[in-house]
């Protein structure tokens, strides 16, 4: 739903591309080239990749190809991804909301490796959030929750007392399957019922408050 909304939370939980960071251009042109190569609709695949690490992605778009392919074949996708930051920009209100949690706790958590998520947030202007769950980090890609509940233990808070930041389906599925409450940013997310979706950070205010909360005015 979209929706004028205050939730309060001890921490944030941040998706990276499509949440911080517009990064479609890139996806789109390195997606398609796999698609193309591969004898894959680049429609059908670009509705797969989003949110997910690229060997799941791999696993789900090419079933019965050994799972070491699919993470030989991430590695060379992640370093295209890596180099190939034309046209990648801050989500509309980021570079605002991010300075916003200055003193606050909170983590980025990305289905990218550190390098990719180094480009792509230099590339956009923003800078890395101190605490940072990446690709090398987790076992699992999104929609499982390990990302998630990582994050939660690095800042000592329960996952429960967590709000999430996200754009794709994978993403609101593992921020729920963690226990969270979800904030979905831009046009995917509200197709898949975060608890409130807002068009981008310019429609999130964050406020802490004097009991360590963080109360987050939506909408």
Same mark, same amino acid.
């Given at each position: ?120 947030? !230099? +590339?956009?202007?923003?800078?890395? *959030?101190?605490?940072? /769950?990446?690709? $090398?980090s987790v @076992? &699992? ?10 994050? !939660? +233990?690095?800042?000592?808070?329960? *996952?429960?007392?967590? /709000?999430?930041? $996200?754009?794709? @389906? &994978? ?34 205010r964050v ?12 909408g």
């Amino acid at each position: 739903m979209t929706a004028t909304a205050v939730l309060t939370a001890r921490a944030l939980l941040l998706d990276m591309d499509g949440t911080l960071v517009n990064s479609d251009a890139s996806v789109e042109r390195v997606w398609r080239r796999w698609a193309e190569r591969h004898g894959l609709d680049g429609d059908e695949v670009m509705k797969v990749v989003h949110g997910r690490q690229g060997y799941a992605s791999m696993a789900l778009l090419l079933p019965g190809r050994p799972m070491e392919q699919n993470h030989a074949d991430n590695a060379r996708m992640l370093q295209e991804e890596t180099a190939d930051t034309e046209g990648v920009v801050a989500i509309p209100g980021a570079p605002e909301f991010l300075a916003s949690l200055a003193g606050l706790p909170h983590a980025l958590v990305t289905s990218a490796d550190v390098p990719l998520s180094t480009a792509r947030m !230099a +590339a956009a202007g923003l800078a890395l *959030p101190e605490v940072r /769950v990446t690709a $090398e980090s987790v @076992g &699992a890609s999104k929609p499982d929750p390990e990302g998630f509940l990582k994050g !939660a +233990a690095e800042l000592g808070v329960d *996952p429960a007392d967590c /709000v999430v930041f $996200e754009d794709s @389906g &994978a993403g609101i599925a593992a921020g729920r399957a963690a226990g969270m409450k979800v904030v979905g940013i831009g046009p995917r997310a509200s197709f898949h019922d975060p608890d409130v979706a807002v068009e981008d950070l310019t429609r999130v205010r964050v406020e802490g408050a004097e009991d360590g909360r963080i109360r987050l005015h939506i909408g």
